[in-house]
């Protein structure tokens, strides 16, 4: 550890008692069936269903809480009620069953953050169909890339969003139904969709949620891998209790809160942590419309007087950039907790929190397919800066390393070695499946253990800090993309003969997207057709998912059985040692 650690200070000086008091004591204690009973379940036995637990529990409780304040760029807020979204989520819930959407059918959102996405949400999920968010900046390869592997049979989307979905409409055979939306405003008539709010009006506020059995669908993300394609991790109901406990204890929520999350909803972490955590715990959740910046981000801690905040070290990154002094000149003093997930953070954003807002920003570590947070520093614990923090009660996550001479992965016991960052399978929202991929799922499960992919230490006191990554896939501002996607767009252009797509460091997004192209007879290298490339791929992918950089090589290094060496592009990229290049094909 090279920076002192941040010490709490005891309990009783704490202006919210914080509800994990103990960390050792609350894991001893924990037991899952206890989170349960906190819980409500549906009238009549019916089960856990992620819809009722975040919001028709409150609606019954406090139905007039705000749950929702909608914050728009321009600063105009909309406040909707638990009781408004129950309403809001019973119509949309009708709607699909007017439509005929069943048990398990596919509905996909794909939208900016309007609230007509979290009626979409939690109607969805009251209909018992399986919800996909689809992050709005993508270009149209990856939305017809999910929508076609999930069979999704409903898309949400708005006119603007429907321009990406229109090109690729006619590879979507299982798509039967396109909703409209604009918040109010009137969609124009287009072939092959239909007015959302029309069918909301002709649809009842009342509905009856069929009994939800704890393995029952309930969400499903997409995430990238090394190879292929994206995966759908699918998750199921009963994940609502981990939702709830970490809600509790790794961001402190209290029902008095006002908190905000800056994750797109179309990640993981805009679902678990931007809509479930925070309404299962009933709090007032702000879900700001504009995107980010500085001052703009400043106003909504200030006027919306946030109490709890989750971001990410991207965005911390450019806040610091921005300096202190604007920090200054904002109220934040509402603010009473701060996390951060998706890369690492760095110690210097950890401490830069401090000196800027007065107290520290809180790190985590989960994954999309953990469905919720798995370690973390919390509001009570002394923060060791550049930790990921301590696991959740009643989650083991271990350092295991391949033992050669019994052929079996084993949690390594003495502290401070870096190994496989390994969970024991059984916490509720853990995923059950890569949609239509068991072999690929069951293939991240090694002698009892969920393998994450990370690399990791653990020292002595159970903090757990982050080496890297074990295999190919980018994380560039907090999102992951996988190169074979990349590299799959680029070949498409009628230039390029291959592809190899690395992670370059960068000091602020972590890694960005970058790509070695090697040309087809006929094509020469150029600043004008790099930049053509780039367009090309930021056009199909996105501007998040497209390279940032490209360089032109005669060829790229290969296997010998045709596989592009990444490895040997990046160590090449970063002037490191090649390593073992004896598989590599001879020029
Ligand atoms: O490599 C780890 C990194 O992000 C991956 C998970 O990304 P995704 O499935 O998109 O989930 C996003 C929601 C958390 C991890 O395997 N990662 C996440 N959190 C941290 C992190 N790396 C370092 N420190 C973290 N706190």
């Given at each position: 550890m090279d920076h002192q650690p941040i010490v709490k200070p005891p309990l009783d000086q704490f202006s919210v008692p914080p509800n994990l008091d103990n960390w050792k004591t609350r894991r001893a204690a924990h037991n899952w069936d206890a989170v349960r009973a906190e819980l409500d379940g549906l009238p009549n036995g019916g089960g856990l269903n992620l819809a009722h637990e975040a919001i028709d529990r409150h609606a019954n409780n406090t139905p007039d809480k705000v749950a929702m304040r909608w914050v728009t760029a321009a600063g105009a807020v909309e406040d909707y009620t638990y009781a408004d979204m129950k309403r809001l989520s019973n119509r949309f819930a009708n709607a699909l069953r007017d439509l005929g959407i069943q048990k398990t059918d596919r509905v996909f959102v794909f939208m900016d953050r309007t609230p007509e996405l979290y009626a979409a949400v939690f109607g969805t999920l009251k209909n018992l169909s399986i919800i996909g968010p689809l992050f709005?900046?993508?270009?149209?390869e990856p939305v017809r890339d999910r929508l076609q592997h999930s069979h999704a049979r409903v898309l949400v989307t708005t006119p603007a969003l429907y321009k990406k979905v229109g090109q690729i409409r006619a590879d979507l055979p299982h798509l039967e139904h396109v909703l409209l939306t604009d918040h109010g405003v009137t969609v124009p008539e287009i072939p092959g969709t239909q007015p959302l709010d029309t069918l909301l009006d002709a649809a009842s506020e009342e509905f009856e949620i069929p009994?939800?059995?704890?393995?029952?669908w309930s969400v499903m993300h997409y995430t990238s891998g090394t190879t292929g394609k994206p995966k759908g991790a699918a998750h199921v109901h009963s994940a609502v209790l981990g939702h709830y406990l970490t809600g509790k204890y790794a961001l402190d929520l209290h029902p008095e809160d006002l908190y905000w999350c800056t994750a797109d909803p179309g990640w993981v972490t805009g679902t678990s942590y931007g809509m479930f955590a925070p309404w299962t715990n009933g709090v007032t959740n702000i879900i700001y419309a504009g995107g980010f910046g500085a001052r703009g981000w400043y106003r909504v801690l200030q006027d919306q007087q946030v109490t709890v905040w989750y971001t990410a070290p991207t965005a911390i990154r450019m806040l610091m950039k921005a300096g202190t002094a604007v920090v200054k000149s904002f109220d934040t003093s509402a603010l009473r907790f701060m996390a951060s997930v998706g890369e690492p953070l760095n110690p210097e954003a950890v401490l830069w929190g401090h000196e800027a807002f007065g107290i520290p920003f809180h790190d985590n570590w989960w994954q999309t397919e953990t469905g919720m947070i798995m370690i973390a520093n919390y509001a009570s614990q002394d923060i060791r800066p550049g930790s990921m923090g301590r696991p959740m009660p009643g989650v083991e996550p271990a350092i295991i390393q391949h033992n050669e001479a019994t052929g079996k992965y084993e949690a390594v016991v003495e502290p401070g070695v870096e190994g496989d960052l390994a969970v024991r399978p059984?916490?509720?929202?853990?995923?059950?499946?890569y949609w239509e991929d068991q072999e690929r799922y069951a293939s991240r499960f090694k002698d009892g253990w969920y393998l994450t992919g990370d690399r990791a230490r653990r020292d002595a006191d159970g903090y757990f800090w982050f080496v890297g990554r074990s295999d190919d896939v980018i994380n560039t501002a907090g999102h992951l993309v996988g190169p074979f996607e990349v590299e799959s767009a680029l070949i498409e252009?009628?230039?390029?003969a291959e592809a190899g797509v690395i992670g370059k460091p960068d000091p602020i997004a972590m890694e960005i997207v970058k790509a070695f192209v090697a040309l087809k007879d006929g094509y020469a290298p150029s600043d004008s057709l790099r930049n053509e490339l780039i367009g090309f791929a930021r056009r199909k992918l996105g501007p998040g998912v497209a390279p940032r950089e490209i360089d032109f090589l005669p060829s790229l290094p290969k296997t010998?059985?045709?596989?592009?060496?990444r490895r040997l592009l990046k160590a090449r990229e970063l002037g490191l040692p090649e390593g073992d290049t004896s598989t590599l094909e001879d020029d």
């Open positions: 709005s900046a993508f270009g149209p009994p939800t059995a704890a393995e029952d059984g916490w509720p929202s853990m995923f059950r499946t252009h009628e230039a390029v010998r059985s045709g596989k592009i060496m």
